[in-house]
């Protein structure tokens, strides 16, 4: 069965930094674009960033909101894709999650076209 576990979240200072893993099995990693989205409380699931499959170029794609602040990278060989999260802000507390997509446009934004969710990582930021 397709199992994603995310890691590394917690309480970080505004302006800190923090770096969440994901960890994939069950699936053959390299087939999949990887992505992670967020979710604050009473607010919907928001694309975060994106790393297409290695078929398509392994690229990364972000949100306006965490362009040039965040950035996702993967290892096909370990099954693994990070976030690392610079200049936080308040902004940045929620719960996120990772899932693949297989056969969406690398870096599609629609959380439709991911599955197999995590259970995710919560990440706070006191100021």
């Known amino acids: 069965q397709v199992q994603l576990a995310e890691s590394g979240g917690g309480l970080v200072q505004a302006g800190g930094s923090l770096r969440l893993s994901c960890t994939a099995s069950g699936l053959t990693f390299r087939n999949y674009h990887m992505g992670w989205f967020r979710q604050a409380p009473g607010e919907d699931r928001e694309f975060v960033a994106v790393?297409?499959?290695?078929?398509?170029?392994?690229?990364?794609y972000y949100s306006e909101s965490v362009k040039g602040r965040f950035t996702i990278s993967r290892d096909n060989v370990k099954k693994m894709v990070y976030l690392q999260m610079n200049s936080m802000t308040r902004e940045e507390k929620a719960v996120y999650s990772c899932?693949?997509?297989?056969?969406?446009?690398?870096?599609?934004?629609?959380?439709?076209?991911?599955?197999?969710w995590g259970k995710g990582a919560q990440v706070n930021v006191s100021p």
């Open positions: 790393s297409s499959r290695p078929g398509t170029g392994g690229n990364a």
């Open positions: 899932a693949p997509a297989k056969g969406a446009r690398a870096g599609t934004p629609q959380s439709e076209k991911y599955h197999d």
